[in-house]
């Protein structure tokens, strides 16, 4: 490893490091199980990341190779553990949205997961291109997930506790800049395996971006839930109290009949 | 190479677009007492209440007074400013209409059970009421759009309005703590 690739893991532990002791001092283990998972599996990510480049390398080592995309990948499947967490607590005490909603997400991420998995099934080396694919194809799922989430419960004034926004936004910038990131260096490796005219000096530099690229933002999502868990948390929000069923069926059609005819009136002044 | 940082702005640009659109939706909240007597009064509509006075300032009596008693030049000015007062009023209108139409969206987080089709439609008829309300009032400033015409509209939104005020009556009677704390955070 370079004093810059050292110099960028140090940095990235330090926050993961942060980021577990406000998550135990903010008993976030109670309230995001899920999230106090995710943040413990990122810092076990970059710790046995470590430990397997002390043994085994960085560069021209298979294992080492192996172990860091085995090890994303759980990094992934706790990421995506916390998205569905943000999403039953945000709609689950408004029965109505919920159902309305999670048919949507879930055919959504079908979607958006069974394009990931062909796309990365398509690739020369399936492990890299493929992986980078697979990586890319889940952040922009997430992203697009945890968007229509966030703007749906925006829609309908939902009350989103600022935690839960924060994990959101954070959680949207990494995938979205990951996302721009495992693209164009998908492409250029794709190209020089195509090719086979890469050299090894072309493919280190083609790594370093990506690992620059990846901790500038992995250091901004984790700064800033390290910024928002600095203070203790608001109390949960309590449980809406429903309306009757009936209040809904007889306001809804009404309202809609009169928006329908407010339309037609203005086509018809166009018209006029 | 090069296309790394065109991919970079474009991805910065989607999230800055992620955070606009919250942003943009940020109104005060409806909170504690949404469906009660205060906030109803806050977001019940109030602009078509005035429809008579601005009737008068538009009126075509006015209008053949102005055409001819005064000036050329004093008329064309009085116009312009009777167009902005009616485009004021259309504005307040469309406030109206957003109000009316959040209630709807209010009732519906509050309910025990949703139908899809009825959130698709008001969903798409708001959509389309922002699209259709940019034509009138680029009719409306361009002079191609009698002013008579917004009457029809008000006494939409207003019987709208009068059968909301009615309902929103009814739910309060319903719920006797008075208390819709789901939308208080």
């Given at each position: 490893m370079t004093h810059y690739e050292l110099f960028l893991t140090a940095s990235i532990t330090g926050l993961e490091i942060l980021l577990c002791i406000l998550v135990w001092i903010r008993h976030l283990q109670s309230r995001l199980p899920f999230f106090t998972g995710y943040a413990v599996?990122?810092?076990?990510?970059t710790l046995s990341q470590m430990y397997v480049i002390a043994i085994y390398g960085y560069r021209g080592s298979v294992t080492t190779f192996y172990y860091i995309w085995i090890s994303y990948g759980c990094v992934l499947l706790a990421r995506s553990a916390t998205i569905l967490e943000l999403f039953r607590d945000i709609f689950k005490p408004y029965p109505g949205i919920w159902g309305l909603t999670w048919r949507l997400l879930a055919v959504l991420t079908l979607i958006l997961l069974v394009h990931g998995a062909m796309d990365a099934q398509g690739q020369i080396n399936w492990l890299a291109a493929g992986g980078l694919t697979l990586e890319r194809d889940v952040d922009i799922a997430s992203f697009l997930i945890l968007a229509t989430m966030l703007l749906i419960g925006n829609y309908y004034h939902l009350p989103i506790e600022s935690i839960h926004k924060w994990i959101a936004l954070g959680i949207c910038f990494f995938c979205v800049i990951e996302y721009a990131n495992s693209s164009v260096l998908r492409n250029?490796?794709?190209q020089?395996?195509?090719s086979g005219v890469a050299t090894k000096a072309q493919v280190d530099r083609i790594n370093d971006l990506w690992n620059t690229i990846y901790t500038a933002a992995s250091a901004a999502s984790l700064g800033s839930w390290c910024y928002l868990l600095r203070k203790p948390l608001p109390e949960p929000a309590k449980h809406p109290v429903l309306l009757p069923a009936g209040v809904y069926?007889?306001?809804s059609p009404a309202i809609n009949l009169r928006l329908r005819a407010l339309n037609d009136h203005l086509e018809e002044m166009l018209r006029s | 190479m090069s296309s790394l940082?065109?991919?970079?702005?474009?991805?910065?640009?989607?999230?800055?677009?992620?955070l606009w659109l919250l942003r943009k939706g940020k109104r005060p909240a409806k909170t504690a007492g949404a469906l009660n007597s205060q906030e109803i009064t806050g977001s019940r509509p109030r602009h078509y209440r005035f429809f008579p006075q601005i009737r008068q300032a538009l009126s075509t009596a006015d209008e053949e007074y102005l055409r001819k008693k005064v000036p050329a030049d004093i008329a064309q000015r009085v116009r312009r400013e009777r167009r902005a007062v009616a485009r004021k009023f259309l504005s307040g209108l469309r406030e109206d209409f957003s109000n009316l139409e959040q209630m709807g969206r209010m009732i519906a987080a509050l309910s025990p059970d949703v139908n899809h089709a009825q959130e698709t439609e008001r969903l798409s008829l708001r959509l389309k009421f922002q699209f259709l309300y940019a034509l009138v009032w680029l009719s409306l400033s361009t002079g191609r759009m009698p002013l008579r015409q917004i009457e029809h509209l008000t006494g939409l939104v207003g019987s709208l309005a009068l059968r909301m005020e009615q309902a929103m009556v009814r739910i309060n009677a319903l719920t006797p703590e008075q208390n819709f704390h789901g939308l208080n955070a």
């Open positions: 599996t990122i810092l076990a990510a250029l490796l794709a020089y395996m195509s069926q007889e306001l | 940082p065109i991919a970079m702005l474009l991805a910065i640009a989607a999230f800055a677009g992620l």
